[in-house]
């Protein structure tokens, strides 16, 4: 089944600086891959989305790209702001199949 | 659209108590997961519904634990008999069709003492 690998655990970086969250995946079929924000006791939320069929998507100052050769994605914040402290999950899922897996999450706090 | 509905959204029990948490998945949605959220083991897929059906228990992590879903805008996972270590947040999440993303309760915090 999909394994899906996300680093750094944990990932501190000053104000109006730039912070990256990687993943990988093992299923070289799985074609979505989404990105969730959560907030200290909030819930989840979609933040953004890619598909295999794009090698990359931005929404204002956030970016995922997307290598399906090497089986990696990343998340590409700019200009970070304190309101992007959060727990940020990457995730994948195979076409045909029914769940999305999980990372185990990058807890990102923004010095200010 | 009120979003995924979940309640209540804190609950404190006392252990060997049945608990019962409900949620009301976005209309439309055809796929309702279960998740579990501990500081430990981060987010465990409980069970996921497709079209009322149940199609992947196996996170369920024992016979104290079930799960129903009778309609299409309705479900509910129990815990009979609760005990400390079922502490977490729950949360409820819906999509339309598995490779689309997913749309989250606000969770429920369950507490045994």
């Known amino acids: 089944g999909e394994n899906v690998e996300q680093h750094p655990s944990t990932l501190s970086v000053q104000e109006g600086d730039s912070a990256v969250i990687k993943c990988t995946y093992s299923?070289?079929?799985?074609?979505?891959f989404p990105w969730y924000k959560q907030e200290l006791g909030k819930r989840p939320q979609l933040i953004i989305d890619?598909?295999?069929?794009?090698g990359e998507k931005k929404d204002q100052r956030i970016a995922v790209t997307l290598n399906k050769t090497a089986k990696h994605f990343s998340l590409h914040i700019t200009e970070t702001q304190p309101e992007d402290s959060a727990v940020y999950f990457c995730?994948?899922?195979?076409?045909?199949?029914?769940?999305?897996?999980f990372g185990q999450g990058t807890r990102l706090t923004i010095n200010p | 659209d009120a979003g995924v509905i979940q309640s209540p959204r804190h609950e404190v029990t006392e252990m060997g108590q049945e608990v019962t948490l409900r949620c009301k998945p976005i209309?439309?949605?055809?796929?309702l997961f279960w998740y579990r959220q501990t500081m430990m083991r981060g987010l465990e897929l409980l069970i996921y519904?497709?079209?009322?059906?149940?199609?992947?228990d196996s996170g369920m992590p024992e016979d104290r634990f079930s799960a129903k879903m009778p309609n299409a805008s309705f479900s509910t996972l129990k815990i009979q008999p609760s005990e400390p270590r079922d502490s977490a947040v729950y949360f409820c999440?819906?999509?339309?069709?598995?490779?689309?993303?997913?749309?989250f309760g606000s969770g429920t915090r369950l507490t045994v003492v």
């Open positions: 999440a819906s999509s339309y069709r598995a490779s689309n993303g997913y749309t």
């Open positions: 299923d070289s079929a799985s074609n979505y």
């Open positions: 890619i598909r295999s069929n794009v």
């Open positions: 995730a994948a899922i195979i076409q045909g199949a029914q769940k999305l897996v």
């Open positions: 209309s439309g949605h055809d796929y």
């Open positions: 519904f497709n079209n009322n059906v149940p199609i992947d």
